[in-house]
């Protein structure tokens, strides 16, 4: 496929914005590659019920034992 | 071969965790941020909480879009500006980037584990709140 831009003359005014976050690029000017992942993790059981427990601390898949 | 980029006027308030504001050319950025959220119906939290190791999430690679045909593009600048009078932003966070100016290459990337934790043991949701009878108005 051959795919021609013509870019004339960009003039913007004001630019207000609240917030850029999480990996975000605001650009401006030319660019010839951009890929932008997102990544969510929220399932059900993200959501649990009963005393506040801390998060687990120690890597692997392993469930940490909780220190006596 | 890119643009001149021409901004009168910048106003950033807030610059955090990992973030950049960057004029100039470059050749490729590639943000990258993680986060553990956690949100608990009595705010406490301990300093050391949570291991990215733990969740599968921040390892397994990011699906890619997949490109099956060949495109060849040509860009033909008939101006070589790219011309804004002014930028205002309140707050810029989590490994972002406010660019002005040529990038070849953006990669960006972010990914956010969720978990709510309510101390309420009812497996079945309140009603949402209405208007108290009279009664209850009678007894205060």
Same mark, same amino acid.
């Given at each position: 496929?051959?795919?021609? #831009? ?6 913007? &005014? /004001?630019? !207000?914005?609240? *917030? ?32 506040? $427990? ?5 890597? &692997? ?8 | ?5 021409? $901004?009168?006027? +910048? @106003?950033?308030? #807030?610059?955090? +965790? ?6 100039? /050319?470059? *050749? ?10 956690? @949100? ?12 990215? *190791? ?11 879009? %997949?490109? !099956? ?6 860009? %033909? ?12 932003? +309140? ?5 972002? #980037?406010?660019? %002005? ?5 953006? /990669? *960006?990337?972010?990914? %956010? !584990? ?7 043991? /009812? ?8 208007? !108290? ?8």
């Amino acid at each position: 496929m051959n795919y021609t #831009v013509v870019n004339k003359g960009i003039n913007v &005014g /004001d630019i !207000k914005i609240i *917030a850029i976050a999480s990996s975000t690029v605001f650009l401006v000017g030319d660019t010839q590659i951009i890929t932008a992942s997102s990544l969510f993790d929220t399932p059900p059981e993200a959501i649990t019920r009963g005393p506040l $427990v801390p998060l687990e601390i120690g890597g &692997g898949v392993t469930p940490a034992v909780a220190p006596i | 071969m890119a643009r001149i980029s021409v $901004v009168h006027d +910048l @106003q950033v308030n #807030v610059l955090l +965790l990992s973030s950049t504001v960057s004029v100039g /050319d470059s *050749a490729s950025i590639a943000p990258i941020s993680q986060s553990i959220a956690v @949100q608990r119906e009595v705010p406490a939290f301990l300093a050391d909480e949570g291991d990215f *190791a733990r969740y599968p999430i921040f390892s397994r690679p990011a699906p890619q879009p %997949i490109v !099956k045909e060949k495109v060849r593009m040509s860009v %033909i600048n008939a101006s070589p500006f790219i011309q804004v009078n002014g930028i205002r932003v +309140l707050a810029i966070s989590a490994a972002s #980037v406010l660019k %002005i100016g040529f990038c070849g290459i953006v /990669d *960006a990337e972010t990914r %956010i !584990k969720h978990f709510r934790q309510l101390i309420s043991s /009812d497996t079945d949701p309140e009603p949402p709140t209405t208007p !108290k009878p009279a009664a209850d108005a009678a007894v205060t």
